[in-house]
């Protein structure tokens, strides 16, 4: 197979997005389904009566409460299937989707991996959900809380399904508004979602922060596009990068204020202080969304203007200005979120900062990318794809572990709160594979090996201390000061994650000691689904640790397709 | 059950092992020394932590019995390998030849394999860990939740023995860290009062030292030049393989051509003995010892103490010294000067101490300190010194915790003071005692003594009258020692009162198990005391073959 | 006709206005008409950049912003609302539950 260049909604357009097409056609379905009724239609000026289904009484078969959620799991089970029979014999074709000259979308191994990250994290997160945001049958006395939670099932599928639907076309785009208009669908998406427990004081809140932060950042975003299309007439990432050497300081500041918008998305510091509270306030299945793929729908916007747009060029000297700031910001989002990790009690934030941590180790790698782009590091084009791949891979697996945990929260919740420490305690005893679960997924965040977190870290750290070497090597000797400064960064990354040890044990250590809380010494509740999220995870983690070939394969041949030399 | 149970196992290695009669085709590490107790226990720990509390206590002992058969294979294997009953093994092999060794392609993409192999350096302690393992679970055969402490100190045994057998710098670091699950496990469920504080210390000082460790590893293995075919990584045209990085660095090393330059040794040869002397350790960076000593139980210091000390003195054998030579001289003073300091301060500390455990672990330290004087002497004969101080030390001071645990055990206590007139109580428990501790100390015909006598002549030459420091330091410990027990032990039960910790009660003297496990460690003391050169031959001769391989040429 | 340049000097003041409101102010009505501020500079910043350069697609650019703007106002007020049914304020120092 070979690239092809697709017109928008011609009959190869239908055929290459059949997955979207799918999720699409599942969103269509959970808005019908549980509105399907006996209504009629009256013809207007007659008294005729036309069958017409939706509304009046429900029928009791399509109206069970528990149908949007199958429906969303299914109809994301389906994209994924496809999209990862697709990609994983290593299909090289690109196809790219225009709209007369207008490039709008690219279907490539960088896109295809990036949308098998979201639907795998929304995946696992609505399996969970049948569970944490559990459906009744109607019949029978129902507490205040059931009955909320029957009524808002369609709510809460249709908004997850919105966010993977938004999330993918952040992946495709080739065009930054087009990017930008899938990053708003799939905030706004998000930020119900992290509100949706309402009548909750905490829902409330967290859901009014996130929304309050999130679109002062993408209005920034915004104008920062504008900007950019000021300056160069068009938004076309190709356009961009070849314009961009004869940019001015306005497209500059324009790309400064894009990336506030996704340094939002990725929660970097210095934007990161909404994330813990949003994942606080959020439901855990729902947090670890935010924590897995909202993240990696931030970095593709990262990596598409950083890398792709590129910033200034070797010549001139602007470069070393950003090549600073990008690495002083991620020392200091990596420092910033473990020591504030240390000090947290809640198991949440404690995630969401060791989120901002990973975050500041991405950014590090970036960085490293960036100091070969600009001319910096004297090495071939290898060494920046093996640190793009590298992050790739981390992003993927952090959809094993990171979500993983927050799953292991959501699997509390059903019992009462995760907000406390002393939630988990004793965890081990109630449930010892639960506990040893949650135990392994704090291991692969610390970076123990072999587990799949450590083989993600080892990646990023090779990468960029591959790429500060560069080509010095070849002549045999070579003294210290000729490594690049970013050899700096891998050390910083260690030191952090040395320190993050500190709570990630905490969290071990409170498990297996512990004696459980009060009104928390029954077995954990059972819910098939969440569990089954739960081991899909831990196998995920330990096996992408032992044997990641597949998959880091994957990730090189993604990073080749975004043609960074 | 049981029997049907290892029926099972032994059919299922020897299926693997289909042609016995052909050596070169057989793998005797990777699955019966290495996979064989990780995966066991993994099933054993699986199975346990299923079922409730009621069947766990019936299945404690089938699981326990199960785990000392499971363990005793190693140790046959092992021993078979060194008499060479199964095959014959070449056990004299030149400066980067290993016998034994099997290569798998792990993951192509870097070049990571699994390597796996057997020197003179290793074998000994692969030997001891796989002596050990079911030593230790005999010693603490009462240990409450068996179905599940039994199986961790196999596991434990496993991961400690591949660290031992990497050939192939990914692999090593990843046994290299998976030695610090189980063992936080043990000291976090099974450990004494603090037993909070010190599994997290002993965590955290050891992975942080082990992560600047890595980093120098991953700084080194892409300074090497790029080059690709079997072992090298598709992506990266490097490989994490030690025998190519050996033969590299010391094709390099020749002449007044310096391995990366020197100023990048000094830097990378820093930073790998960083990770190996927090875990050896050495001071400054011994406090996480006496911590994990004291709160761990019996069998997880006799395993920290036995065996995961000597990783770090093993690591700087295998790594940094085979490929930085030139570091080594230039750190050599360096290293004397912290082998002193840890010799003389673990001894002087040792004496202050009331705990008997904390006085066992300084006295680690003490001996730790030994292993680097050798290490800094730079003669053949310090080196092998410094091995067989390793395998010495993997012998008396396991037997020295195996004391102190049967002391807490039915004393109840850990303070000095309660030993008083303990030989009155406990004939057996005091004979044990002091025995291990004259062991400890260095006595003529035990097996410290040997590796003592060899640095301190491997001493002389280098740093001359400086010797008198080390030496006095030893006779004069040793003889204070020898005298205060000689008293608490046996001389201070004239007034006929039982310690306060037991209430009145008579202290009992040691169970059967614990006898057992105590022989067969006085034994041993006592057999490589006298006839050193069962294991000494092999390790003269890897010292030897490191000596022509990396030190022998024009620069030095 | 207006020069561009004027439109787009407009814009960006409308747009640090937005930004400065949507920082300093507490209540979270004024806070989101900010945030739709800065929202209607970016369009006011199409429309000009658009006919700076004689191209049809900055429009695009601006109705699309347009309906995102709408969008956002209609989850915002809807979330406000929820925040209002349980705090029974609107204005964001009050509301200060979550924290370490």
Same mark, same amino acid.
């Given at each position: 197979m070979s690239d092809k260049t697709v017109e928008v909604f011609s009959t190869d357009f239908w055929q290459a997005f059949a997955p979207e097409l799918v999720l699409v056609f599942g969103l269509v379905l959970i808005f019908i389904i549980p509105n399907l009724g006996n209504s009629k239609f009256r013809i207007p000026l007659t008294k005729v009566k036309v069958p017409?289904?939706?509304?009046? #009484?429900?029928f009791k078969l399509t109206g069970s409460p528990a149908i949007p959620g199958m429906l969303a799991t299914a109809t994301l089970f389906t994209a994924l299937g496809m999209m990862v029979i697709e990609t994983i014999d290593g299909n090289s074709s690109a196809t790219t989707v225009t709209s007369g000259d207008v490039v709008l979308l690219q279907i490539d191994n960088f896109s295809r991996l990036f949308e098998i990250i979201f639907l795998a994290a929304v995946l696992l997160a609505s399996m969970a959900s049948l569970d944490r945001v559990p459906a009744n049958t109607f019949a029978g006395k129902k507490s205040l809380n059931e009955m909320y939670d029957n009524r808002r099932q369609a709510d809460f599928y249709i908004l997850m399904l919105t966010t993977a639907l938004g999330m993918c076309t952040v992946a495709l785009a080739q065009d930054l508004f087009v990017l930008f208009v899938g990053l708003e669908l799939a905030s706004l998406a998000t930020y119900v979602l992290v509100g949706?427990?309402?009548?909750s004081k905490a829902g409330a809140e967290s859901g009014v922060k996130y929304f309050i932060v999130g679109s002062v950042a993408s209005g920034i975003g915004l104008y920062g596009l504008s900007l950019l299309y000021l300056e160069f007439g068009s938004l076309q990432l190709a356009t961009l990068s070849a314009n961009w050497e004869n940019g001015s300081i306005l497209g500059t500041i324009a790309l400064g204020l894009v990336l506030v918008g996704f340094g939002f998305k990725v929660s970097a @510091?210095?934007?990161?202080?909404?994330a813990p509270d949003a994942y606080a306030g959020a439901n855990s299945p729902v947090a670890g969304v935010l924590a897995t793929a909202s993240k990696a729908m931030g970095m593709i916007g990262l990596v598409r203007v950083l890398?792709?747009? @590129?910033?200034?060029?070797?010549?001139?000297?602007?470069s070393a200005v950003w090549l600073y700031t990008l690495a002083t910001l991620s020392v200091v989002t990596m420092t910033w979120g473990n020591l504030a990790a240390l000090g947290s009690k809640n198991p949440k934030r404690m995630l969401a900062y060791s989120s901002v941590a990973h975050a500041g180790y991405m950014m590090a790698a970036l960085t490293a990318v960036g100091a070969w782009k600009w001319g910096e590091v004297d090495a071939p084009a290898e060494y920046a794809e093996a640190i793009v791949a590298a992050v790739l891979f981390h992003l993927f697996v952090l959809v094993a572990f990171k979500l993983g945990a927050f799953l292991v929260l959501a699997l509390l919740e059903m019992e009462g709160? @995760?907000? #406390?420490?002393? @939630?988990?305690?004793?965890l081990a005893k109630r449930d010892p594979l639960i506990g040893t679960a949650m135990f392994i997924f704090m291991l692969a965040l610390a970076g123990v090996p072999p587990l799949a977190g450590f083989m993600s870290k080892f990646l990023v750290v090779a990468g960029i201390v591959s790429a500060s070497i560069g080509e010095l090597s070849t002549n045999g000797s070579v003294s210290?000061?000729?490594?690049?400064?970013?050899?700096w960064l891998a050390l910083a990354m260690f030191i952090n994650s040395a320190i993050s040890v500190f709570y990630y044990l905490r969290i071990g250590v409170v498990m297996f000691l512990d004696v459980p809380e009060e009104g928390r010494r029954k077995p954990l509740p059972y819910g098939a689904s969440i569990r089954m999220a739960i081991w899909i995870c831990l196998v995920a983690t330990i096996i992408l640790g032992l044997s990641g070939d597949t998959l880091i394969d994957m990730c090189y041949r993604a990073a080749e397709s975004l043609n960074l030399g | 059950m049981l029997v049907g149970g290892l029926l099972v196992v032994v059919a299922g290695l020897m299926a693997f092992f289909p042609?016995? =009669? =052909?050596?070169?085709?057989?793998?005797?590490?990777? *699955?019966?020394?290495?996979?064989f107790p990780i995966v066991v226990s993994c099933i054993l720990l699986a199975f346990a932590s299923q079922e409730s509390r009621a069947r766990k206590e019936i299945l404690a002992t089938p699981i326990r019995l199960f785990t000392l058969c499971a363990s005793l294979i190693p140790l046959a294997i092992s021993t078979a390998l060194f008499f060479d009953w199964l095959i014959l093994v =070449?056990?004299? !092999?030149?400066?980067n030849e290993y016998a034994l060794e099997k290569e798998y392609i792990w993951i192509e993409t870097i070049g990571v394999s699994w390597h796996v192999g057997m020197d003179g350096l290793s074998f000994p302690m692969v030997w001891l860990t796989t002596f050990l393992v079911p030593v230790t679970i005999i010693m603490t055969w009462?240990?409450? =939740?068996?179905a599940t402490y039994h199986p961790l100190l196999l596991m434990m045994g496993g991961a400690l023995i591949g660290v031992f057998v990497a050939l192939d710098l990914f692999l090593f670091y990843v046994f290299w860290e998976l030695t610090l699950i189980p063992m936080f496990f043990l000291i976090l469920k099974w450990?004494?009062?603090?037993r909070r504080y010190a599994a997290q210390k002993f965590f955290i000082y050891t992975f942080c030292a082990s992560v600047i460790m890595l980093l120098g590893l991953i700084t080194l293995y892409f300074l090497q030049p790029e080059s690709s075919g079997s072992?090298?990584?598709?992506?990266?045209?490097?490989?994490?393989?030690m025998t190519v990085l050996f033969s590299n660095a010391n094709a390099m090393n020749m002449g007044d051509n310096v391995f990366l330059g020197k100023e990048m040794q000094y830097i990378l040869f820093a930073m790998l003995m960083i990770g190996f002397l927090v875990k050896l350790p050495a001071v400054p960076f011994h406090t996480w010892l006496p911590d994990a000593h004291v709160q761990a139980p019996t069998g997880g210091s006799m395993l920290l103490a036995g065996v995961m000390l000597k990783m770090g003195a093993y690591g700087m054998l295998r790594i940094p010294i085979a490929i930085f030579p030139d570091a080594l001289i230039f750190y050599q003073d360096i290293i004397m000067i912290i082998g002193l300091v840890s010799l003389v301060w673990g001894a002087v500390v040792c004496l202050g101490q009331t705990n008997l455990k904390r006085m066992v672990a300084y006295s680690s330290v003490s001996h730790m300190g030994v292993i680097l004087l050798g290490i800094a002497s730079m003669q053949p004969i310090g080196y092998a010194a410094a091995l067989f101080m390793m395998f010495a030390h993997g012998i008396i001071s396991p037997m020295l915790f195996a004391v102190c645990g049967a002391f807490k055990h039915h004393?109840?206590?850990?303070? *000095?003071?309660?030993?008083?007139?303990?030989a009155k109580w406990s004939p057996f428990l005091a004979v044990y005692m002091m025995f291990a501790w004259m062991a400890s100390l260095g !006595? %003529?015909?035990?097996?410290?003594f040997v590796a003592e006598l060899m640095v301190m002549i491997a001493f002389w030459p280098e740093y001359g009258w400086w010797i008198l420091l080390p030496g006095f330091v030893l006779a004069i410990t040793a003889a204070y020692y020898l005298w205060s027990m000689q008293r608490t032990i046996f001389e201070g039960g004239d007034e006929g009162q039982p310690p306060e910790s037991l209430n009145g009660e008579t202290p009992p003297d040691i169970t059967l198990p614990e006898n057992i496990g105590m022989i067969i460690l006085a034994l041993f003391t006592v057999i490589f005391g006298i006839f %050193?050169?069962?294991a000494l031959g092999m390790m003269d001769d890897w010292t030897v073959a490191l000596f022509e391989g990396v030190f022998n040429r024009g620069g030095i | 006709m207006i020069d561009p340049a004027w439109v787009s000097g407009l814009a960006a003041i409308l747009f640090i206005i937005g930004l400065w409101g949507a920082f300093s102010r507490k209540n979270a009505i004024v806070v989101l008409m900010c945030i739709e501020l800065m929202l209607n500079a970016v369009n006011l910043q199409f429309v000009a950049a658009a006919s700076h350069w004689g191209d049809v697609t900055g429009w695009v650019y601006a109705v699309f912003a347009i309906a995102i703007a709408a969008a956002e106002v209609a989850i915002g007020l809807a979330i406000f609302l929820s925040m209002y049914g349980q705090h029974e304020t609107i204005s964001l120092d009050e509301v200060n539950l979550l924290k370490n």
């Amino acid at each position: 197979m070979s690239d092809k260049t697709v017109e928008v909604f011609s009959t190869d357009f239908w055929q290459a997005f059949a997955p979207e097409l799918v999720l699409v056609f599942g969103l269509v379905l959970i808005f019908i389904i549980p509105n399907l009724g006996n209504s009629k239609f009256r013809i207007p000026l007659t008294k005729v009566k036309v069958p017409w289904f939706l509304g009046g #009484r429900r029928f009791k078969l399509t109206g069970s409460p528990a149908i949007p959620g199958m429906l969303a799991t299914a109809t994301l089970f389906t994209a994924l299937g496809m999209m990862v029979i697709e990609t994983i014999d290593g299909n090289s074709s690109a196809t790219t989707v225009t709209s007369g000259d207008v490039v709008l979308l690219q279907i490539d191994n960088f896109s295809r991996l990036f949308e098998i990250i979201f639907l795998a994290a929304v995946l696992l997160a609505s399996m969970a959900s049948l569970d944490r945001v559990p459906a009744n049958t109607f019949a029978g006395k129902k507490s205040l809380n059931e009955m909320y939670d029957n009524r808002r099932q369609a709510d809460f599928y249709i908004l997850m399904l919105t966010t993977a639907l938004g999330m993918c076309t952040v992946a495709l785009a080739q065009d930054l508004f087009v990017l930008f208009v899938g990053l708003e669908l799939a905030s706004l998406a998000t930020y119900v979602l992290v509100g949706f427990h309402k009548e909750s004081k905490a829902g409330a809140e967290s859901g009014v922060k996130y929304f309050i932060v999130g679109s002062v950042a993408s209005g920034i975003g915004l104008y920062g596009l504008s900007l950019l299309y000021l300056e160069f007439g068009s938004l076309q990432l190709a356009t961009l990068s070849a314009n961009w050497e004869n940019g001015s300081i306005l497209g500059t500041i324009a790309l400064g204020l894009v990336l506030v918008g996704f340094g939002f998305k990725v929660s970097a @510091a210095p934007f990161h202080f909404a994330a813990p509270d949003a994942y606080a306030g959020a439901n855990s299945p729902v947090a670890g969304v935010l924590a897995t793929a909202s993240k990696a729908m931030g970095m593709i916007g990262l990596v598409r203007v950083l890398l792709v747009v @590129a910033l200034p060029g070797s010549e001139s000297d602007e470069s070393a200005v950003w090549l600073y700031t990008l690495a002083t910001l991620s020392v200091v989002t990596m420092t910033w979120g473990n020591l504030a990790a240390l000090g947290s009690k809640n198991p949440k934030r404690m995630l969401a900062y060791s989120s901002v941590a990973h975050a500041g180790y991405m950014m590090a790698a970036l960085t490293a990318v960036g100091a070969w782009k600009w001319g910096e590091v004297d090495a071939p084009a290898e060494y920046a794809e093996a640190i793009v791949a590298a992050v790739l891979f981390h992003l993927f697996v952090l959809v094993a572990f990171k979500l993983g945990a927050f799953l292991v929260l959501a699997l509390l919740e059903m019992e009462g709160g @995760a907000s #406390r420490l002393s @939630a988990l305690s004793g965890l081990a005893k109630r449930d010892p594979l639960i506990g040893t679960a949650m135990f392994i997924f704090m291991l692969a965040l610390a970076g123990v090996p072999p587990l799949a977190g450590f083989m993600s870290k080892f990646l990023v750290v090779a990468g960029i201390v591959s790429a500060s070497i560069g080509e010095l090597s070849t002549n045999g000797s070579v003294s210290f000061s000729e490594l690049h400064w970013i050899w700096w960064l891998a050390l910083a990354m260690f030191i952090n994650s040395a320190i993050s040890v500190f709570y990630y044990l905490r969290i071990g250590v409170v498990m297996f000691l512990d004696v459980p809380e009060e009104g928390r010494r029954k077995p954990l509740p059972y819910g098939a689904s969440i569990r089954m999220a739960i081991w899909i995870c831990l196998v995920a983690t330990i096996i992408l640790g032992l044997s990641g070939d597949t998959l880091i394969d994957m990730c090189y041949r993604a990073a080749e397709s975004l043609n960074l030399g | 059950m049981l029997v049907g149970g290892l029926l099972v196992v032994v059919a299922g290695l020897m299926a693997f092992f289909p042609s016995m =009669d =052909d050596s070169s085709s057989t793998d005797w590490i990777s *699955i019966p020394l290495v996979g064989f107790p990780i995966v066991v226990s993994c099933i054993l720990l699986a199975f346990a932590s299923q079922e409730s509390r009621a069947r766990k206590e019936i299945l404690a002992t089938p699981i326990r019995l199960f785990t000392l058969c499971a363990s005793l294979i190693p140790l046959a294997i092992s021993t078979a390998l060194f008499f060479d009953w199964l095959i014959l093994v =070449d056990w004299d !092999l030149m400066y980067n030849e290993y016998a034994l060794e099997k290569e798998y392609i792990w993951i192509e993409t870097i070049g990571v394999s699994w390597h796996v192999g057997m020197d003179g350096l290793s074998f000994p302690m692969v030997w001891l860990t796989t002596f050990l393992v079911p030593v230790t679970i005999i010693m603490t055969w009462e240990e409450k =939740d068996g179905a599940t402490y039994h199986p961790l100190l196999l596991m434990m045994g496993g991961a400690l023995i591949g660290v031992f057998v990497a050939l192939d710098l990914f692999l090593f670091y990843v046994f290299w860290e998976l030695t610090l699950i189980p063992m936080f496990f043990l000291i976090l469920k099974w450990g004494g009062k603090d037993r909070r504080y010190a599994a997290q210390k002993f965590f955290i000082y050891t992975f942080c030292a082990s992560v600047i460790m890595l980093l120098g590893l991953i700084t080194l293995y892409f300074l090497q030049p790029e080059s690709s075919g079997s072992g090298y990584g598709t992506v990266t045209g490097r490989t994490f393989d030690m025998t190519v990085l050996f033969s590299n660095a010391n094709a390099m090393n020749m002449g007044d051509n310096v391995f990366l330059g020197k100023e990048m040794q000094y830097i990378l040869f820093a930073m790998l003995m960083i990770g190996f002397l927090v875990k050896l350790p050495a001071v400054p960076f011994h406090t996480w010892l006496p911590d994990a000593h004291v709160q761990a139980p019996t069998g997880g210091s006799m395993l920290l103490a036995g065996v995961m000390l000597k990783m770090g003195a093993y690591g700087m054998l295998r790594i940094p010294i085979a490929i930085f030579p030139d570091a080594l001289i230039f750190y050599q003073d360096i290293i004397m000067i912290i082998g002193l300091v840890s010799l003389v301060w673990g001894a002087v500390v040792c004496l202050g101490q009331t705990n008997l455990k904390r006085m066992v672990a300084y006295s680690s330290v003490s001996h730790m300190g030994v292993i680097l004087l050798g290490i800094a002497s730079m003669q053949p004969i310090g080196y092998a010194a410094a091995l067989f101080m390793m395998f010495a030390h993997g012998i008396i001071s396991p037997m020295l915790f195996a004391v102190c645990g049967a002391f807490k055990h039915h004393y109840h206590s850990m303070e *000095i003071g309660a030993m008083r007139g303990m030989a009155k109580w406990s004939p057996f428990l005091a004979v044990y005692m002091m025995f291990a501790w004259m062991a400890s100390l260095g !006595l %003529p015909l035990l097996a410290g003594f040997v590796a003592e006598l060899m640095v301190m002549i491997a001493f002389w030459p280098e740093y001359g009258w400086w010797i008198l420091l080390p030496g006095f330091v030893l006779a004069i410990t040793a003889a204070y020692y020898l005298w205060s027990m000689q008293r608490t032990i046996f001389e201070g039960g004239d007034e006929g009162q039982p310690p306060e910790s037991l209430n009145g009660e008579t202290p009992p003297d040691i169970t059967l198990p614990e006898n057992i496990g105590m022989i067969i460690l006085a034994l041993f003391t006592v057999i490589f005391g006298i006839f %050193p050169f069962i294991a000494l031959g092999m390790m003269d001769d890897w010292t030897v073959a490191l000596f022509e391989g990396v030190f022998n040429r024009g620069g030095i | 006709m207006i020069d561009p340049a004027w439109v787009s000097g407009l814009a960006a003041i409308l747009f640090i206005i937005g930004l400065w409101g949507a920082f300093s102010r507490k209540n979270a009505i004024v806070v989101l008409m900010c945030i739709e501020l800065m929202l209607n500079a970016v369009n006011l910043q199409f429309v000009a950049a658009a006919s700076h350069w004689g191209d049809v697609t900055g429009w695009v650019y601006a109705v699309f912003a347009i309906a995102i703007a709408a969008a956002e106002v209609a989850i915002g007020l809807a979330i406000f609302l929820s925040m209002y049914g349980q705090h029974e304020t609107i204005s964001l120092d009050e509301v200060n539950l979550l924290k370490n």
